[in-house]
């Protein structure tokens, strides 16, 4: 029996959800496979048609994912604050230390040498000269960063001989 619009788009809504919490391939089926009539299951599905619906819920859920870096960056903030009030109510103060932490190094409160601050800066030594080996090495978000900062040229590219002079 074809299913209708209505019963492909819940199922990819409930799909979707598997898939936020974590969920496989394998935990799609077993979802699939078991009696519950109030959302209308066992599907009775191909296991070529659960990878459809995995395919239809991954795109449902790029769609739903904010893409501007304001807007995440704000909503973690706003996720750190509640859960911090959270933590404050239940009285479990550790926590709260561990949130408030969190929050002031997305803010860049206690920049490191080398580590990247709130205003996509970079924090690192300007003697500091890499090697192109080097350089490679460090991992792709550092690169980017270094690349932006007013940095220049020559200190990402010392090459091996001139450390012999």
């Known amino acids: 029996m074809k299913s209708t619009k209505a019963e492909i788009r819940r199922r990819v809504d409930q799909v979707a959800k598997i898939i936020i919490f974590g969920g496989e391939f394998a935990d799609i089926r077993q979802?699939?496979?078991?009696?519950?009539?109030?959302?209308?299951r066992p599907w009775n599905r191909?296991?070529?048609?659960?990878?459809?619906y995995q395919k239809w819920a991954y795109r449902l859920i790029e769609k739903q994912v904010?893409?501007?870096?304001?807007?995440?960056?704000?909503r973690h903030v706003q996720q750190r604050r509640q859960m911090f009030a959270l933590a404050m109510e239940a009285g479990d103060l550790s926590t709260a230390l561990q949130i408030a932490k969190d929050e002031a190094d997305l803010h860049g409160i206690?920049?490191?040498a080398g580590k990247a601050t709130a205003n996509n800066?970079?924090?690192i030594n300007v003697d500091n000269r890499f090697t192109i080996?080097?350089?490679?090495?460090?991992?792709?978000?550092d690169r980017l960063r270094i690349l932006q900062c007013p940095v220049s040229a020559p200190a990402l590219d010392r090459r091996p001989e001139?450390?012999?002079?």
């Open 46 to 52: 191909s296991d070529r048609q659960l990878a459809r």
């Open 31 to 40: 979802y699939a496979s078991e009696t519950d009539e109030a959302t209308g």
């Open 121 to 123: 800066t970079l924090n």
């Open 110 to 112: 206690y920049p490191t």
């Open 162 to 165: 001139a450390d012999a002079s």
């Open 66 to 74: 904010e893409k501007t870096r304001d807007k995440v960056w704000a």
């Open 133 to 141: 080996d080097e350089f490679r090495s460090l991992p792709l978000g």
